[in-house]
């Protein structure tokens, strides 16, 4: 039997030295290959040396389901061509709501392996063009479709089953989970690409306005508190789940340049390093160790942990997967942020927030700024560049010596997670 | 007669499940049980397994009330006006599996504890694809 290396390390630095966010939000007029086009637009234009984007050596995609949401499969080809890249190599990855998660290893991993030098990762979803139960049942298609979708699951099923669990054994309420909400609302109001740049306060004149327009009765609501616990406004999903637990369903993409770390100051001023990643995946809820923490989140934080060489207590800032509410609470202990119970406290003391102690998700994070599901795991990564590079504007970190930051990307509940350290280059 | 030499496939779990037997796998290296009938044992990966009959009691652990249905549950009646309830339930004698919980009141939630007593119930088998069904003991 031979010996197989336990600590794994990347062979070669990498280093993203550019970052392109497409606006997220509803929009009827663009297609898949149009709002990806979006996002690496984003990246020349920011780009402080003129990129030429024939630099580019290879690519690697997330995209969970074109071929369902809009009937176009092949997004590497496709896409490679649409942004006049032919015949660099493109290829899509598929892992659920992880899948542009995956697509940043996969590119950090062809950077590592020495083949490559620049390559373009990224990840993008049109949800919109298909009425909302057939988004439903798409996305309850990352769950085991022969063994939780036959029992009546849907995918806020499962989640909230996680939080009935976190409930029950340590005490979180539905007003641990309406902070996360209104923290990462908050956020997302100060972020301009965000589906929800606006403030709760905004959305519910919006209501009002709505009403007005269509004669019927006006609601009032004194705060966003009030608006939140309005079952009318706020109606339960699945229960103990309601619809401000749950990340909307968006348009969107993103994209990150990834490359070997000796080029990266040829790019830019402003390098971060990829320290640490790692991958897991996790069995279905039923079959899970435990209802309210997901295996694969625990395994691929301890891999890029021991690969970065850091311990989670020196993290200063953190994009995590809040698909739900809940899902933010448990990714904060599973990534040991936080002990298990004590979560749901440190965002109701406020110590998540954007000026807190250890600022989580603060793009708005799925919740706010929208959860085109393939594109959230190079979304997240662009928000942690743009927070250490110092160019995240309304919403920087305040934070001095901010220097060390993760990300966490899911698939499913717990099925696939991929967790990647961050370093200020 | 119990046919115990079916394949080890989610088609013959289903079949026994509409034969009203709630079936999956022991292994015969290490004795770890599972619902679902994979060929390989989770646990130590023998390839030796063999059916086993569950009693189909067990105790309810998390649970949802599902207020926005998928396709197919619309399609068997359910709605906003009428949700229901989805859970995990751990079987007395280990596994846990997922099963759509019946006999329970979906518009109180509250009075739905964890760690209800349940039993396997076929007694209401939908003919649109089968379900693992429990109502509470």
Not at chain 1, 50 to 59: A, E, F, H, T
Not at chain 1, 71 to 85: F, K, M, T
Not at chain 1, 138 to 167: R, W
Request: contains cysteine.
């Amino acid at each position: 039997m031979v010996e197989l290396r336990r600590n794994r390390r990347l062979a070669k630095g990498v280093s993203i030295a550019g970052v392109g966010i497409a606006q997220f939000g509803a929009f009827p007029a663009k297609t898949t290959r149009d709002i990806f086009s979006e996002a690496v637009q984003d990246l020349l234009n920011r780009s402080e040396y003129g990129l030429n984007i024939s630099d580019i050596q290879c690519g690697y995609i997330g995209n969970f389901s074109a071929d369902r949401f809009e009937g176009q499969a092949h997004l590497g080809s496709i896409l490679s061509d649409w942004i006049g890249l032919t015949p660099t190599p493109f290829t899509r990855v598929e892992n659920g709501c992880a899948s542009s998660g995956s697509a940043l290893r996969e590119g950090v991993m062809a950077i590592a392996s020495g083949l490559y030098d620049i390559v373009l990762v990224g990840g993008v979803e049109k949800m919109t063009s298909v009425p909302t139960m057939e988004a439903t049942d798409n996305l309850a298609s990352v769950a085991d479709s022969l063994y939780e979708v036959p029992a009546g699951f849907t995918f806020p099923g499962i989640y909230a089953s996680v939080a009935k669990a976190h409930m029950d054994r340590y005490e979180t309420n539905l007003e641990h989970l309406m902070k996360v909400s209104i923290k990462n609302h908050h956020n997302g109001s100060l972020n301009p690409k965000a589906q929800f740049n606006m403030p709760l306060e905004e959305l519910m004149q919006q209501r009002i306005d709505w009403a007005k327009e269509r004669s019927a009765e006006i609601p009032h609501w004194n705060d966003a508190n009030e608006f939140l616990n309005d079952l009318m406004a706020n109606p339960w999903i699945a229960w103990p789940l309601r619809l401000f637990d749950c990340a909307p369903i968006t348009d969107g993409a993103a994209c990150a340049l990834l490359v070997s770390s000796d080029l990266s100051r040829h790019f830019t001023d402003t390098p971060v390093n990829i320290i640490g990643i790692g991958q897991a995946t996790g069995r279905p809820l039923h079959d899970a160790e435990d209802l309210t923490s997901f295996g694969a989140t625990r395994s691929a934080s301890k891999e890029a942990y021991d690969m970065a060489g850091i311990n989670p207590n020196q993290i200063q800032l953190a994009e995590v997967h809040d698909c739900f509410t809940i899902a933010e609470i448990i990714a904060m202990e599973d990534l040991g942020l936080f002990t298990p119970g004590d979560a749901s406290r440190a965002v109701d003391d406020g110590r998540t927030s954007l000026n807190g102690e250890l600022p989580i998700n603060t793009s708005g994070g799925l919740k706010a700024k929208g959860h085109p599901v393939g594109a959230s795991g190079v979304a997240q990564a662009a928000e942690v560049f743009l927070q250490l590079s110092g160019k995240a504007e309304l919403r920087q970190v305040q934070q001095k010596g901010l220097n060390l930051a993760l990300s966490q990307s899911v698939g499913g509940a717990g099925g696939t997670s991929v967790v990647t350290i961050y370093e200020r280059g | 007669m119990l046919d115990l030499n079916k394949s080890f496939s989610s088609a013959s779990f289903y079949e026994y499940l509409i034969n009203e037997m709630l079936m999956g796998t022991r292994c015969n290296n290490c004795g770890d049980l599972s619902i679902r009938p994979r060929p390989i044992c989770f646990k130590c990966h023998s390839q030796v397994l063999e059916w086993v009959q569950f009693s189909g009691f067990g105790s309810l652990s998390t649970f949802t009330i599902i207020a926005i249905p998928p396709t197919i549950m619309v399609n068997r009646g359910f709605s906003r006006d009428n949700t229901y309830c989805s859970g995990i339930v751990t079987l007395e004698e280990g596994p846990r599996v997922s099963g759509f919980i019946s006999g329970v009141d979906c518009n109180n939630p509250d009075t739905i504890e964890i760690g209800l007593s349940v039993k396997v119930d076929f007694s209401n088998m939908w003919e649109d694809l089968p379900t693992v069904m429990f109502v509470p003991r």
